[in-house]
Nanobody, 117 residues
Framework: QVQLVESGGGLVQAGGSLRLSCVAS????????MGWYRQAPGRQRELVAR???????NYADSVKGRFTMSRDNAKNTVYLQMNSLKPEDTAVYYC???????????WGQGTQVTVSS
C-alpha cells in the first residue's frame, strides 16, 4: 500500500506562483510513474504532468511553459511548481502513483488551488 500526502495549495492571484509537494510513503519512484492531476468543479479529472522512471516529464498543453514537475528521490517527494497561474488553473490537485506493470494505482487526498482574477 502506498500513501501519498499533498501540500502547498492555497489562494493566489492571477500571475502568481505556488509549489505543490507530494510525499510518498516509501521509495517508489523506481517502479511507479508519478503524476499530478487536477479536477475542477463539474469537470473530469485531467492529467497535468507526469514524470516517468527515467526522469522524463510530460505536460498537458494548457500548462506547458508554466508548470514544472520534479522529484527528490532522497525525500520520496515530487513537486509541481506552478508559475503564471490563471483562474482556469483553479482545481483540486491530486498526486498519483501508477505502477504500469500490475496496475497498482494510488491517489493522494488532494489539495485545493484557487486562482483569483
Amino acid at each position: 500500500q502506498v500513501q501519498l500526502v499533498e501540500s502547498g495549495g492555497g489562494l493566489v492571484q492571477a500571475g502568481g506562483s505556488l509549489r505543490l509537494s507530494c510525499v510518498a510513503s516509501g521509495s517508489i519512484f523506481s517502479v511507479f510513474v508519478m503524476g499530478w492531476y487536477r479536477q475542477a468543479p463539474g469537470r473530469q479529472r485531467e492529467l497535468v504532468a507526469r514524470i516517468i522512471r527515467g526522469g522524463s516529464t510530460n505536460y498537458a498543453d494548457s500548462v506547458k511553459g508554466r508548470f514544472t514537475m520534479s522529484r527528490d528521490n532522497a525525500k520520496n517527494t515530487v513537486y509541481l511548481q506552478m508559475n503564471s497561474l490563471k483562474p482556469e488553473d483553479t482545481a483540486v490537485y491530486y498526486c498519483n502513483a501508477n505502477r504500469i506493470l500490475n496496475g497498482d494505482n494510488y491517489w493522494g487526498q488532494g489539495t485545493q488551488v484557487t486562482v483569483s482574477s
